[in-house]
């Protein structure tokens, strides 16, 4: 199990299956859940070692840096993500 820490709330999370709705549940709007709005667009403030990699949907929405598609994201390894919306 992974944890997600967004906005000091806290949420665990299964290894490498998309967060999408929990981080729904932590108050981050989700539009499409494919990639493709950007509405769920997040910051990483740590825990960047412990995510999937950056696909083709968010570098096309041109994500960059700790700026990531909360839709798009998967916790690995049991590690722990902090985030901000």
Do not use: W, Y
Not at 39 to 57: A, D, F, K, Q
Not at 70 to 81: A, R, S
Request: charged share 25%; proline share 4%; net charge negative.
């Amino acid at each position: 199990m992974g944890k997600i820490i967004l906005n000091d709330q806290e949420v665990e999370v299964d290894d490498n299956e998309p967060i999408v709705d929990a981080i729904e549940e932590l108050g981050v709007p989700i539009g499409c859940s494919n990639g493709v709005c950007g509405t769920c667009e997040i910051e990483v403030l740590s825990g960047m070692e412990h995510l999937n990699p950056m696909n083709e949907e968010e570098e096309d929405l041109g994500m960059e840096g700790n700026r990531r598609l909360g839709c798009q994201l998967c916790v690995k390894n049991g590690g722990t993500v902090t985030m901000t919306f």
